[in-house]
């Protein structure tokens, strides 16, 4: 089975917690004590890991250029928490079950890795059921993404789809209302009615949504922009959207 890094205190810590089995071994900052380390200690002792502790010249090697391991580098067996179109579906019905309004958060092509991270990071921290994805041409959970998301990875499903655009007619098929982010659109954000189930899908960095995902969305919205710059980071945008959404959906 191929092997796959999750390093960072907290994207370890959220790993730990909840898929500890798929960890293969711990790498720790030799000499490292602080309180944050002493945890993740304990998390692996109590799930009986291997801890190997190891200079920092070590772990620079393993994550090599990617980013910041903070002294912290798990090694897993096999991908972590991704999923397809039939976790998508029995999703749907495990909500529709319970009663609730799915929520979900669909990228359109976000390539960039720290773009990933910080939408699975607002995603999760705004209560968002599931992030789907396409598969090809699109960032997946890299260490990178991992690390930005600050354990959002671990706790929240990624779902990748082979086609988007059957994707959104699913889930429409289903009653959930798709508000695409577009910057030419007519409607604002805070015109738009954004309580029960929605999927709010959020373009490329760049050319934002792609001509078919823009046909397959109810509406179109855009965020009212005051200054002179012509659009938003689409982490930062994602974050407004769907806490524009919360709002909403908390009154």
Request: glycine fraction near 8%; charge should be neutral.
């Amino acid at each position: 089975m191929a092997q796959q890094l999750v390093y960072g205190l907290h994207a370890v810590q959220a790993l730990l917690k909840s898929s500890p089995q798929q960890v293969q071994e711990l790498l720790l900052l030799r000499g490292r004590r602080d309180q944050k380390l002493q945890k993740i200690i304990r998390q692996a002792e109590q799930n009986a890991l291997t801890i190997r502790y190891v200079d920092r010249k070590v772990l620079d090697e393993k994550v090599g250029d990617d980013g910041n391991h903070q002294g912290a580098v798990a090694v897993c067996v096999g991908d972590t928490r991704i999923y397809d179109e039939q976790f998508l579906k029995s999703l749907l019905k495990d909500l529709d079950t319970k009663g609730e309004a799915p929520f979900l958060l669909i990228l359109d092509g976000v390539t960039d890795p720290h773009n990933l991270g910080a939408c699975l990071r607002s995603a999760e921290a705004a209560g968002v059921h599931a992030v789907i994805a396409p598969k090809d041409k699109a960032a997946g959970l890299t260490p990178t993404a991992r690390k930005v998301a600050c354990g959002a990875a671990e706790v929240l499903p990624f779902i990748t789809v082979t086609n988007l655009a059957r994707t959104l007619q699913m889930l429409q098929q289903a009653g959930v209302w798709i508000f695409g982010a577009a910057g030419e659109a007519e409607q604002e954000l805070y015109q738009s009615s954004l309580t029960g189930p929605l999927a709010l899908v959020m373009g490329a960095e760049g050319p934002g949504l792609r001509r078919l995902t823009r046909e397959n969305c109810d509406h179109l919205i855009k965020i009212p922009m005051a200054g002179e710059v012509s659009s938003l980071n689409v982490s930062v945008a994602t974050g407004v959207c769907l806490f524009e959404a919360v709002r909403q959906r908390a009154g």
